[in-house]
Nanobody, 120 residues
């Protein structure tokens, strides 16, 4: 499974960005996709995740109501729509995949990161 993340950039606080994660090598079925982020000096954290069923997406508390994870199964692409961005959202964002439907757990496949920088 290969994952290619894109869509990062520089945005002012309150702005929006949409990250994309193109998945190849495997269909979505049986797969859970997660978006992680890692800020300098911080541990990597799971921001949002969703299984191929599309049911019960997971969100980190600090992004609930601002971030939305979705998928376009026809394009094998996952998205993370980020709105009302805050400087604390600044990090390198990664998409990752794991087999099965549980969002929590070890992820087997990782894409390269995409930098998101939110200026105040």
């Amino acid at each position: 499974v290969q994952l290619q993340a894109s869509g990062g950039g520089l945005v002012q606080a309150g702005g929006s960005l949409r990250l994309s994660c193109a998945v190849s090598g495997r269909a979505f079925s049986g797969t859970t996709i997660g978006w992680f982020r890692q800020a300098p000096g911080e541990e990597r954290e799971l921001v949002a995740g969703i299984s191929w069923t599309g049911r019960s997406p997971y969100y980190l508390d600090s992004v609930k109501g601002r971030f939305t994870i979705s998928s376009d199964n026809a394009k094998n692409t996952m998205y993370l729509q980020m709105a009302n961005l805050k400087p604390d959202d600044t990090a390198v964002y990664y998409c990752a995949a794991r087999l099965g439907s549980a969002v929590k757990g070890a992820y087997d496949y990782w894409g390269q990161g995409t930098q998101v920088t939110v200026s105040s």
